[in-house]
């Protein structure tokens, strides 16, 4: 039995974010306001999962186990337009930006759950994938429902032998 479980503590550097897209449009008497936003969230982690695998074929095992992150940095991005229609009359006003986030405004420890699985096609060459659902909310002082990181990766695994 013991042969069928390893623990495998791995180290990485993860990136993970979200886009926001919104577009409202305002009729009023005689003129028409549309405003379009876009942004991202970009946030660099060093993740730590510990994962405890299962094999139950030889070449075929489900995998489980927390994963720890640490908060790094991260970016974000937007762009903002306003479109205002009167008559034949239109006015249009943009802006955009790119900056670092303000890491005081960000948790600085993540933590998810993983599950995934994987498969080996040759005793040495596999491929892998994983989803991480997200404990712990990214922002500090959050008083609305919870932002959580959740992934979901894909790999290639190399076994050394």
Do not use: C
Not at 2 to 24: C, H, M, R, W
Not at 34 to 56: A, C, D, E, H
Not at 75 to 99: L, P, Q, V
């Amino acid at each position: 039995m013991a042969g069928k479980f390893s623990l495998q503590p791995e180290l990485s550097y993860n990136q993970v974010g979200s886009k926001i897209e919104i577009d409202t449009r305002y009729d009023l008497p005689g003129t028409v306001v549309r405003m379009k936003n876009n942004g991202s969230l970009t946030l660099g982690y060093l993740s730590l999962p510990v994962i405890l695998q299962y094999n139950i074929l030889p070449n075929l095992y489900v995998e489980a186990g927390p994963e720890f992150g640490l908060l790094l940095g991260g970016k974000t991005e937007d762009s903002w337009t306003e479109t205002t229609t009167s008559g034949n009359n239109i006015s249009i006003i943009s802006s955009s930006s790119n900056r670092k986030i303000i890491k005081d405004y960000y948790n600085t420890f993540n933590m998810g759950i993983g599950i995934g699985a994987g498969y080996f096609f040759t005793s040495n060459f596999g491929a892998t994938a994983r989803f991480t659902a997200g404990l712990t909310d990214i922002y500090k002082h959050n008083t609305v429902d919870a932002v959580r990181n959740n992934t979901f990766q894909v790999g290639v695994a190399y076994k050394f032998k």
